[in-house]
């Protein structure tokens, strides 16, 4: 039998229920998170306060320890890695990473593996015994570090040595390895209790960063987009498209229908009717009283005299002139005379070419619109795309 509330709605307290287990299982998820994160802050802080290292551990190493150095960490799988380009390496910080990177089993590109053999970190120096040779880090003489945040490779550079070194480790092995190292490095410079610091420092922002267990919903609390696959993001998607779309519809062209511009092109223009194209238009309607005005003297103003003719400029002829530009001495392209002697105005009507009166021909007309006297010449217009027709009179 379903289980209701005391408003008999099933799907509230299916609501109520799914949406509890949910809050639960994220903050089981966080809590469990901030608790890993707790453990190790606190071990660390533990580590530091409390780890000095052991002279005991040094026993049997192949490796003579100086008057007050204890040993920190061993390591029998080591690699030696040197750098083919040099490179500045940042300064040596006491800088403690609760949450180290996850880490490949790669080698970087420029560093090469050189050696392997035995690593020995102590409180003054660390060493690697390899197969070619000892190796030595003191601390008093480096002057970078790095780690690299992507592969398990520590850098140093020390003050005696000109090519950057360091070791290739398994990347089970490089958080405690650093984080001794930090360490080691802080009690050869005297500055422990800044480490100390930092980890107190971390746990209590750690602290205040716990998750707090969610409130229990209860079926009474439940929206009406519960109703709804996807709640209330279905329904604000909803009311977006109920938005968008007519905003969408105002804005486009009403669909055309196929031919429809073609029917418009084709319906006749009104007409107008025969009733109306018979109606005759209503006649005027004459004034009672007409009055006529009363003649005055006329003066008859004399013609102007005609102007005299003038020789020189003949008058427009009448005649067609097949295309030919409109002038006032007949020239045409419809056939007759060659024109070998033009009249002394015609660059007034026509565009002559350059040098027009050197010409030695009849007149013709080139290809670029220009008129010229070189007709029935091999380079007529030849300066002018050649020759186009010949003009007559």
């Given amino acids: 039998m379903a289980m209701t509330d005391s408003t008999g709605s099933t799907w509230r307290y299916r609501w109520a229920h799914r949406h509890n287990d949910r809050r639960q299982r994220a903050f089981r998820a966080a809590d469990e998170a901030w608790r890993r994160r707790d453990e190790e802050l606190r071990r660390l802080r533990t580590l530091a306060g409390s780890f000095h290292g052991s002279t005991e551990a040094g026993a049997g190493l192949p490796i003579e320890l100086a008057p007050g150095e204890v040993v920190f960490w061993t390591l029998p799988a080591a690699q030696l890695v040197e750098v ?18 996850v880490l490949r089993p790669r080698r970087p590109e420029g560093v090469k593996v050189v050696d392997a053999g035995l690593a020995v970190l102590t409180n003054r120096r660390l060493v690697l015994l390899g197969g070619r040779g000892r190796r030595d880090w003191t601390y008093g003489r480096m002057t970078g570090l790095s780690h690299d945040p992507a592969a398990p490779v520590t850098l140093i550079q020390v003050l005696d040595r ?62 009406l987009s519960g109703l709804l696959p996807g709640g209330r993001r279905t329904v604000a998607v909803a009311l977006a498209l109920a938005l968008i779309v007519p905003a969408m519809l105002f804005e486009s062209d009403p669909p055309v229908r196929p031919g429809s511009d073609r029917a418009a092109a084709a319906t ?19 004034p009672a009283v007409q009055v006529k005005p009363r003649p005055g003297p006329q003066h008859t103003k004399p013609a102007p005299a005609a102007p005299p003719a003038r020789g020189t ?20 392209f419809c056939g007759g005379s060659r024109i070998r002697k ?52």
């Fill in 162 to 223: 000109r090519r950057t070194s360091g070791l290739l480790l398994p990347t089970g092995a490089v958080a405690d390895f650093r984080f001794k190292l930090t360490l080691a490095f802080a009690d050869a410079i005297e500055q422990r209790a800044a480490v100390v610091a930092q980890l107190d420092e971390l746990i209590a922002e750690h602290e205040a960063e716990q998750p707090e267990r969610p409130a229990v919903l209860t079926p009474a609390q439940a929206r």
């Fill in 313 to 332: 400029t003949p008058r427009p002829a009448a005649e067609r002139r097949c295309g030919a530009p409109a002038n006032p001495y007949g020239y045409d």
């Fill in 268 to 286: 006749p223009e009104a007409t107008a009717t025969p009733e109306a194209a018979a109606t005759p238009a209503p006649p005027p309607i004459a």
């Fill in 342 to 393: 033009p009249a002394p105005g015609i660059c007034d009507w026509f565009e002559c070419v350059p040098g027009f009166w050197s010409g030695r021909g009849w007149l013709v007309q080139c290809r670029d619109g220009t008129v010229s006297l070189t007709g029935g010449r091999r380079d007529a217009c030849a300066g002018n795309e050649g020759f186009r027709r010949t003009f007559w009179t």
């Fill in 84 to 101: 083919r380009h040099t490179a500045v390496l940042p300064a040596p910080e006491l800088t403690v990473d609760p949450e180290p990177p």
